[in-house]
């Protein structure tokens, strides 16, 4: 069974919620996986490069990540 992985629900998540629109949970993700082209977009992941440590599960504070 594969590991889950982390991913953003758009639906959910407020890039303008964040502090001058910089993703909390992309600046904690120590591989640089979750990522944010430009401030007050909503953040991506390469799921399949995820590695399952859930750092942005703990920063995002609209919940807005979440197992996949």
Not at 4 to 9: E, L, R, S
Not at 17 to 34: D, H, M, R
Not at 52 to 66: E, G, N, Q, V
């Amino acid at each position: 069974m594969p590991k889950p992985k982390a991913i953003v629900d758009p639906a959910r998540c407020q890039p303008d919620a964040c502090p001058e629109g910089a993703c909390q949970a992309a600046q904690v993700c120590p591989k640089g996986i979750l990522r944010q082209d430009a401030a007050y977009e909503v953040p991506y992941t390469s799921s399949d490069l995820c590695m399952s440590c859930f750092d942005c599960l703990k920063a995002c504070p609209r919940k807005a990540i979440r197992k996949m």
